[in-house]
């Protein structure tokens, strides 16, 4: 075994390195636009941009380092990063960012003076490493005696890994997040190598379950089933936003309702760069994409989805 920590291979990704410089280039230009925007915001639009070129490049600086890392440091680190996830995470349920929960009824941010950090976002990271180390033991170990029984284990080692993720999330609640780390294990669930004999009925049981559960918020009767299992008017109204945007744009809706309007008023190339007349609360974190375009229409909208 190589016990260098850096690699000797320094061959370098242009194609993926170009596209990510680019998205921060954008990603700062449109945190500057709905700061400036934001009819609430009383600082320095400039000073945010500044903060998030400071953070891009710290991304970049810890991205040069571990393209530099030997992915076997990497692979032995992966339990303690998950394991040290799950205890920041844990932190939140008692030292949560409250002027965030007033505004968004979720405990998912730290705030320390005016920095502020969603252990979700690194939790994201540690947990595709921590799926994909455990799928990679589990199949070196059973390569020979592969059947129904070993893939049964190897869901259930998948379902240990992400279950106190998603109960922490719950417990945060934060939907949208926990629909995220579901989206995760579904990824991992398929390239897994688990027999399609598994994968197909899972699917199909998933797909039920998710059109049924969509049945039951659509009638009085299936609302109080699904108050009396433990969901909450939090989530009912994330779903009710998510199947009609504008059944309720001044209140639940109105995020995502005036979101579709500021991409619609876009047109096909804009309103011009800080050009906006659609107010969208907190714009600068999950609609972001509403900056550009609304400022630069389809086109840029499109730019920005094709370097994805």
């Not at 410089?21 to 954008?26: A, E, G, N, P, T």
């Not at 049924?212 to 699904?226: A, H, N, P, Q, Y």
Request: positive net charge; contains cysteine.
């Amino acid at each position: 075994m190589n016990k260098n920590i850096f690699r000797n291979d320094n061959r370098i990704d242009y194609g993926v390195i170009l596209p990510v410089f680019l998205l921060c280039l954008i990603g700062i230009a449109s945190l500057y636009v709905a700061y400036d925007q934001a009819p609430m915001f009383t600082g320095s639009p400039l000073r945010e941009a500044f903060k998030q070129a400071i953070w891009c490049g710290v991304g970049m600086i810890a991205v040069a380092i571990i393209m530099q890392v030997n992915v076997k440091w990497l692979w032995k680190l992966t339990p303690f990063l998950y394991l040290s996830g799950l205890v920041v995470m844990g932190l939140l349920t008692q030292f949560y960012d409250r002027a965030t929960f007033a505004l968004t009824g979720s405990r998912n941010w730290f705030r320390f003076g005016s920095f502020s950090f969603q252990p979700a976002e690194l939790m994201k990271i540690a947990v595709i490493l921590m799926l994909a180390y455990v799928v990679t033991k589990h199949n070196s170990r059973h390569r020979k005696n592969k059947s129904l029984k070993t893939d049964g284990i190897l869901i259930a080692k998948m379902l240990a890994v992400i279950l106190p993720v998603i109960i922490l999330i719950m417990i945060q609640d934060d939907f949208g997040t926990m629909l995220v780390f579901i989206a995760i294990l579904g990824g991992v669930f398929l390239m897994s190598g688990i027999s399609w004999k598994i994968i197909i009925p899972t699917i199909s049981v998933v797909l039920l379950i998710g059109v049924g559960t969509i049945f039951l918020v659509l009638s009085d009767t299936g609302r109080e089933f699904l108050y009396s299992i433990g969901f909450s008017n939090y989530q009912f109204a994330r779903i009710d936003s998510w199947i009609d945007p504008f059944h309720d744009v001044q209140g639940n809706s109105a995020q995502v309702a005036n979101a579709l309007m500021a991409i619609g008023s876009g047109g096909m190339t804009g309103k011009g760069f800080n050009v906006s007349d659609i107010y969208i609360p907190v714009r600068e974190s999950d609609m972001i994409f509403t900056v550009p375009a609304e400022n630069f229409g389809f086109v840029g909208g499109s730019f920005i989805i094709l370097l994805y």
